[in-house]
């Protein structure tokens, strides 16, 4: 009896034992179960480590973007002494330019009243010629340098308009009676240029702006 109650007892330890190391030892299913859950902890704490990284990344890269436009507005910005010292050289430049621009027309001018013996003999050569070599290859950008000195004028404008309108009639006078067309007339074009262009520069010279050192105020 004794001997069956102790095979008893040692059946109930062993089942026992059994029993807790089922319970602490895990089976095969249950291992990987915890292993994928491990493997998902590990790779959400990756994915939550990437965006915070992600965060700051883009956050610092606005502190430095914005950092980058404080320091070129700060350099860029407007400094009112050097933009009042390039202004004042610009206008100094602008009226150097236009008081050169004024002689060369007054030296076209001159030129074109030399020409008056060329029409009044219908020397068409010397007339077609003086018209391409200078001062009076020059006398269109001279004249659009003083317009544009004086703010677009408008009757600056027009008088150039009409002096280039004649001087260019004059011109194909010329051409004409140079293939042969008898009896061309030079004269009409010839004074209507000579006309404009003189009030151009009547008009130039009474706008023509005084050149002097900006103020050191």
Not at 34 to 55: F, I, P, W, Y
Request: net charge neutral.
């Amino acid at each position: 009896m004794r001997v069956g109650f102790g095979i008893m007892t040692a059946l109930v330890v062993a089942a026992s034992s059994s029993s807790v190391e089922a319970f602490v030892t895990p089976s095969p299913a249950h291992a990987s179960n915890n292993k994928c859950s491990s493997s998902a902890v590990l790779e959400m704490s990756k994915h939550n480590g990437d965006q915070e990284m992600t965060r700051r990344n883009a956050m610092w890269g606005v502190v430095s973007k914005t950092a980058v436009a404080v320091g070129t507005l700060g350099i860029m910005g407007p400094q009112p002494a050097a933009a009042d010292a390039l202004s004042a050289r610009n206008v100094i430049t602008s009226k150097i330019a236009a008081s050169a621009s004024l002689r060369k027309v007054k030296s076209c001018l001159k030129e074109l009243q030399g020409m008056e013996l060329y029409v009044a003999m219908n020397d068409y050569t010397q007339v077609h010629d003086a018209i391409r070599v200078p001062p009076l290859t020059e006398v269109r950008k001279s004249c659009k340098i003083l317009v544009a000195a004086n703010e677009e004028d408008a009757e600056l404008e027009s008088l150039y308009a009409d002096f280039i309108k004649q001087l260019e009639a004059l011109d194909s006078a010329a051409g004409l009676a140079l293939r042969g067309k008898k009896d061309v007339d030079l004269n009409t074009s010839y004074q209507a240029s000579v006309a404009n262009l003189s009030k151009f520069v009547q008009v130039a010279s009474d706008r023509a702006p005084v050149i002097s050192a900006p103020s050191s105020e």
